[in-house]
């Protein structure tokens, strides 16, 4: 597609619940990245993806959250046993580039997730 | 501390006027300097960016970066409705990911 595709656009779930998230990024872009973003506050990075390796998932907040990226494309952020903290937008962006240079980040419009 | 400060605003602006953004930022390392815009219920998209010290001017956009202060600046001349907006700086390292700020709100009032 020509953009980065998130699903579902909004999930409201009961507190203990699984989630899964989608992330359908820019065709051929090989860096992707989730974020996560609180009401009213800035970016707060989870995890990072080249290929389908993550060299990078320190941002993941608990054992809870888990990623996967498959054919080196689609990506798939879990929640487990949500809580209510984890109410946020879940937002994805892609890249050409890998962590060097601008690396300049294309977003999708992001996945509202409401635990209840 | 976090590593990069903005003030959450919300910044109100007639309509015409210039928009002054700014970020604080503590990581001596960082090289590049992007500013992305948000709209409600939108994705980041980039607006501009910088490498190292210095001006850059993008049609009614200005970004200035000042590494000896740890300082970045966004100008936007001639304000617009349309430019109603959170907007995110976002320096980085190389080799590293992007490091978000929280982001200022701005309402440029017709």
């Known amino acids: 597609g020509a953009g980065v595709s998130q699903s579902p656009s909004n999930k409201v779930t009961e507190k203990g619940k699984d989630v899964e998230l989608r992330c359908d990024p820019i065709?051929?872009?090989?860096?992707l990245y989730w974020y996560r973003q609180s009401l009213g506050q800035g970016l707060e990075f989870l995890i990072y993806?080249?290929?389908?390796?993550?060299?990078?998932k320190s941002g993941l907040p608990s054992d809870r959250f888990s990623a996967e990226r498959t054919g080196g494309s689609v990506s798939t952020l879990t929640i487990q046993r949500t809580q209510q903290e984890d109410s946020a937008v879940y937002l994805c962006?892609?890249?050409?580039?890998?962590?060097?240079?601008?690396?300049?980040?294309?977003f999708g419009a992001g996945s509202r997730l409401t635990v209840l | 501390q976090k590593e990069v400060e903005q003030d959450p605003g919300p910044l109100s602006v007639p309509e015409g006027a210039i928009v002054s953004l700014n970020c604080t930022y503590s990581?001596?390392?960082?090289?590049?300097f992007m500013w992305y815009r948000q709209y409600s219920r939108k994705g980041p998209e980039l607006l501009m960016y910088?490498?190292?010290?210095g001006n850059k001017e993008d049609g009614r956009f200005t970004a200035q970066v000042d590494k000896s202060s740890k300082y970045i600046s966004l100008f936007i001349r001639d304000s617009q409705p349309s430019d109603s907006a959170t907007y995110l700086c976002?320096?980085?390292?190389?080799?590293?990911?992007?490091?978000f700020g929280g982001g200022t709100r701005v309402l440029v009032k017709p």
């Open positions: 962006a892609s890249s050409s580039q890998g962590a060097h240079g601008a690396n300049v980040l294309t």
């Open positions: 065709s051929g872009h090989t860096a």
């Open positions: 993806f080249q290929g389908n390796s993550a060299p990078d």
């Open positions: 990581n001596s390392a960082f090289q590049y």
């Open positions: 910088t490498y190292s010290s």
């Open positions: 976002a320096p980085k390292a190389a080799g590293n990911k992007l490091t």
